[in-house]
């Protein structure tokens, strides 16, 4: 497992998947302890104790795992973010993100069959692509909606 930064396609490295898996254990120890700490006992009020311990152990194997997927969730976030910087940097259009630039009624955009974006020709996702121009209403009708990078 790599780190994207690195060329792999995993958010995680080998030695997090070592330290997931040693606290899991952990957690899966203090479980199994409490559990047979607890069936030797008949009464509940004897059993408090054990139960306690079983949902520390518990506790300990869910944070481990929340651990684990909140820094693989970072990791995607910002190869995503760098991913789209790269993008962005692409687009020949120097408007503010988020503001749409004008497109005239008759000016075709391009898509092609099962897409749910349409974009306009020099977008550089569509770019060289060969997708046939279609105005604007043909693709709503479609039901495809305008492309978040080049914002037709």
């Known amino acids: 497992m790599n780190q994207p ?9 080998r030695g997090d998947l070592v330290r997931v898996i040693a606290i899991v254990a952990i957690g899966a120890v203090v479980c199994a302890v ?6 030797g ?6 059993q408090k104790g054990w139960v306690a311990v079983g949902v520390a152990g518990f506790l300990v194997a ?11 969730r970072r990791a995607v976030a910002a190869h995503a973010a760098r991913v789209m910087g790269d993008v962005a940097a692409l687009t020949p259009d120097s408007s503010p993100r988020g503001t749409p630039r004008a497109v005239s009624p008759e000016q075709h955009l391009v898509a092609t069959d099962g ?3 349409f974009h306009r020709p020099d977008c550089p996702i569509a770019a060289g692509r060969g ?3 279609l105005p604007r209403r043909a693709h709503e009708a479609a039901g495809r ?5 080049c914002r037709p």
């Open 5 to 13: 930064g690195r060329g792999g396609r995993a958010p995680w490295d």
């Open 34 to 39: 409490a559990w047979t700490g607890a069936s």
């Open 41 to 46: 006992h008949a009464e509940l009020k004897d």
């Open 62 to 72: 869910v944070a481990g795992q929340s651990r684990w997927l909140r820094q693989g």
């Open 115 to 117: 897409m749910r974006h």
């Open 131 to 133: 997708w046939a121009p």
């Open 145 to 149: 909606t305008p492309c978040g990078i």
